[in-house]
């Protein structure tokens, strides 16, 4: 298959699952897998770590607003009376680094797991029962914070501490673990929706810079040996950046479409997605994908 038109095809992928809470890593592997691309191949993976920042960049600009909003007001707030411990930004920070610091110290059983499509299936199966519980048992009782600015320091560190599950078991998606953590924690569903969207900007530059320079300098360490080096022509290159424009104009649209779709309908619809595929892949994964 062309890889122009296989570009355009991960591209679309990556830009519609990035922030839905279906994860992408899960979607992207199953996609490669179709597609028969070589997981070990040092440019794919160095590929599917760039079109991820084209969606990173999609949400920035969407939020560009509420992010320069945060940054004026900070650290006192629109009304004065907020601290360093209780302002969106600090808030942010804090659900990140409480992401940041477990998810180094088990880097090495994260990258275990990355292209094992049984945790995926699992991990989908597993969180979309729990988004599901989650999504009915919130919306039959009152929301204690309605907005971000009403965030409390112990929600932020619940989120972020949660948010670390995707991080380990890939299929379990960020979006979803944030989103379920930020319900639980009493916020209201486009609550926990926009500061899952806040938290993963920062989550996902870092992650996305992490495990770029790490398959760029493959061959100054153990990975050496299973992956393939890293060469670059002019082709590479504009498939590279088709896929990296195609997933920031997807992403551009599905994010607006899910921030209107949560606040009529809630998350249902992705529970049972996840819940679909993962027993798809349970039944069908090994014959139709080849892999475990």
């Not at 298959?1 to 699952?17: A, C, H, K, P, Q």
């Not at 972020?160 to 299929?171: D, E, I």
């Not at 790490?214 to 040996?225: D, I, M, N, P």
């Not at 997933?247 to 309908?265: D, N, P, Q, T, Y």
Request: aromatic content about 10%; proline content about 2%.
């Amino acid at each position: 298959m062309n890889n122009y038109f296989i570009s355009v095809l991960l591209g679309i992928v990556e830009g519609l699952t990035e922030f839905l809470p279906v994860s992408s890593t899960a979607h992207l592997r199953i996609a490669e897998a179709l597609l028969h691309l070589d997981l070990t191949d040092a440019y794919w993976k160095m590929y599917s770590i760039v079109i991820q920042l084209g969606a990173i960049l999609a949400l920035c600009l969407l939020f560009l607003g509420r992010i320069t909003e945060f940054l004026r007001t900070f650290p006192r707030g629109e009304s004065g009376d907020k601290t360093i411990w209780n302002h969106p930004v600090s808030l942010t920070f804090i659900a990140f680094c409480f992401t940041a610091a477990p998810s180094l110290l088990l880097v090495k059983l994260i990258s275990k797991h990355l292209e094992n499509l049984t945790v995926m299936a699992i991990s989908l199966f597993v969180g979309g029962v729990i988004m599901w519980v989650v999504d009915a048992w919130s919306e039959r009782k009152d929301s204690e914070v309605n907005e971000v600015e009403q965030m409390n320091l112990l929600q932020a560190i619940w989120i972020g501490l949660c948010q670390t599950l995707s991080a380990v078991f890939p299929g379990a998606s960020r979006s979803m673990t944030t989103i379920a953590a930020g319900q639980v924690a009493g916020l209201s569903r486009s609550t926990a929706l926009e500061f899952s969207f806040l938290v993963s900007i920062p989550t996902m530059l870092a992650a996305t810079g992490y495990d770029l320079v790490k398959t760029l300098h493959h061959g100054h360490g153990v990975q050496a040996e299973t992956i393939a080096p890293l060469v670059m022509t002019t082709e590479r290159w504009i498939v590279l950046a088709i896929g990296f424009v195609v997933s920031f104009i997807v992403a551009l649209g599905v994010v607006e479409w899910f921030l209107m779709w949560v606040r009529k309908h809630g998350f249902v619809l992705f529970a049972i997605y996840r819940i679909a595929l993962a027993i798809l892949l349970f039944t069908l994964g090994r014959s139709l994908l080849g892999v475990g």
